[in-house]
């Protein structure tokens, strides 16, 4: 069975920097797709960025932007230029094929700070 | 274009009552998902439907707990005879075929008194 692991209960920064949160994963498949979501004080959860395993381009969304290393399992999450809406819960999701089950952390609660 | 629609938004049980959480998939996406969020905790997948098939229910516990999405209308997500310990956020996804992205409700927060 797929696990995802979030080592960072709990962050913070200040506004306008940057911060990067931690994700690692395990799994004996090849191919895959990884994402991260963002859960705000509001309960809705709202996709982030997404990532094919079998790209080796790290994607980007804006200020977002993330760091995969196949071969070690991980998936972080650069945010540039923090800003205060980015305070949330932070979501690190794996999913083994198209129509398939995401498996979820246990999430980042991330603060920025003014 | 309305995204994933849940409803209601907050739902009180008493213990042993029934509850019937809806989910309307966004147009054009033939695939549900449920998902359950316990309080300070990730999100646990339920179960995975198509249109009147259920694909994947391993995440389902063996009782109390239904699914279906039929040929017309919402899918349901039934909780038989509640107990304090389904209390939670659950959440419906959905997805187009073949596509790999779920865009996911505002949830439905269960409370069981």
């Known amino acids: 069975a797929q696990t995802v692991t979030q080592s960072q209960p709990e962050m913070s920064v200040q506004e306008a920097e940057t911060v990067t949160l931690s994700c690692t994963y395990d799994?004996?498949?090849?191919?895959?797709?990884l994402f991260w979501y963002k859960q705000p004080p509001s309960r809705q959860m709202i996709l982030v960025i997404r990532?094919?395993?079998?790209?080796?381009q790290n994607a980007t969304e804006n200020r977002f932007s993330v760091n995969f290393q196949k071969a070690a399992k991980s998936f972080s999450l650069k945010i540039s230029d923090s800003q205060l809406g980015d305070t949330a819960m932070y979501f690190c999701?794996?999913?083994?094929?198209?129509?398939?089950?995401?498996?979820f952390g246990e999430g980042t609660q991330l603060t920025v700070n003014p | 274009n309305a995204g994933v629609m849940q409803n209601p938004r907050h739902l009180v049980r008493r213990r042993g009552q029934e509850a019937r959480l809806r989910c309307s998939p966004m147009?054009?996406?033939?695939?549900v998902y449920w998902y359950r969020q316990l309080p300070e905790e990730g999100l646990k997948f339920m179960v995975y439907?198509?249109?009147?098939?259920?694909?994947?229910e391993s995440g389902m516990p063996k009782e109390r707990f239904s699914a279906e999405f039929p040929k017309e209308g919402p899918s349901i997500l039934r909780i038989q005879q509640v107990v304090r310990g389904d209390s939670a956020a659950y959440f419906c996804?959905?997805?187009?075929?073949?596509?790999?992205?779920?865009?996911f409700g505002p949830g439905t927060r269960l409370t069981v008194t």
């Open positions: 439907l198509q249109k009147e098939n259920i694909i994947d």
């Open positions: 996804a959905s997805s187009r075929f073949g596509s790999y992205e779920q865009y």
């Open positions: 147009k054009g996406h033939s695939h």
């Open positions: 799994t004996s498949e090849s191919n895959y797709y």
């Open positions: 990532q094919e395993a079998y790209k080796q």
């Open positions: 999701a794996f999913g083994e094929t198209s129509g398939s089950r995401l498996t």
